[in-house]
Each structure stands twice: as structure tokens, then as C-alpha cells.
């Protein structure tokens, strides 16, 4: 079972910026890509970026050119993802939820339990 550990959270004004962070453990057979979805209050769950070991990333429309997702995979045990999130708007805010997606039928999908990210207008 993967285990997905958030930080980075918190509350800035608009235009300021954040930066996420999700440590991902327990990986065994199946290779999976790393990503964030978010969800705002009474609003459906969304994809906001994604990157696979291999460095390919994908982001939503909206955070393009403001939201930046790497990786650190030195640690062969273990890996983190960050979202650096800039300029951001008011309806940024939400809970981001770390994703390990799996890129193999034989495996399921897990979720950390989020990060709050209020932007003040």
C-alpha cells in the first residue's frame, strides 16, 4: 500500500505563493505517476498537474504558466512531489490532494488527505 504525506498548506494574499509537498512511500510492483487534484467547497474534485518518473508533466489550463509540479526521486524508497503555485487567485483556494496514479490495470489509485490553500482576495 502507497502512503502520501502532504504539506505546504496555508492561507496568503492573492498573488502570492505557495508551495505543496507530498512524500509518496510503499511503492511495489507497479509504476505510477504522482499528481495533485484539488476541490473547492461544494465544487467537484479536479485535476490540477500531473508528472510520471520519467519528468512528464501535465498540467490543467488554469494553472498553466502559474504552477509549476517537479519531483525528487534521489531517495529510492521514497518519492516527493512539490507544487510550486504562483500568482495565485482567490478561486486557487481549495484542498489539494496528493494522487499516486497507477499506470498499470493491476494497481489501484491512492489519496493523501490534503492541504489546505485559501487565498485572501
Known amino acids: 500500500q502507497i502512503q502520501l504525506k502532504e504539506s505546504g498548506g496555508g492561507s496568503v494574499q492573492a498573488g502570492g505563493s505557495l508551495r505543496l509537498s507530498c512524500t509518496a512511500s510503499g511503492f511495489k510492483a507497479c509504476p505510477y505517476a504522482l499528481g495533485w487534484h484539488r476541490q473547492a467547497p461544494g465544487k467537484e474534485r479536479e485535476f490540477v498537474a500531473s508528472?510520471?518518473?520519467?519528468?512528464?508533466?501535465?498540467?490543467?489550463d488554469y494553472v498553466k504558466d502559474r504552477f509549476i509540479i517537479s519531483q525528487d526521486t534521489a531517495n529510492t524508497a521514497s518519492r516527493t512531489v512539490y507544487l510550486q503555485m504562483d500568482t495565485l487567485k482567490p478561486e486557487d483556494t481549495a484542498m489539494y490532494y496528493c494522487?499516486?496514479?497507477?499506470?498499470?490495470?493491476?494497481?489501484?489509485?491512492?489519496w493523501g488527505r490534503g492541504a489546505q490553500v485559501t487565498i485572501a482576495s
Open positions: 508528472i510520471f518518473r520519467d519528468g512528464e508533466t501535465n498540467y490543467a
Open positions: 494522487k499516486a496514479i497507477s499506470q498499470s490495470r493491476l494497481c489501484i489509485d491512492y
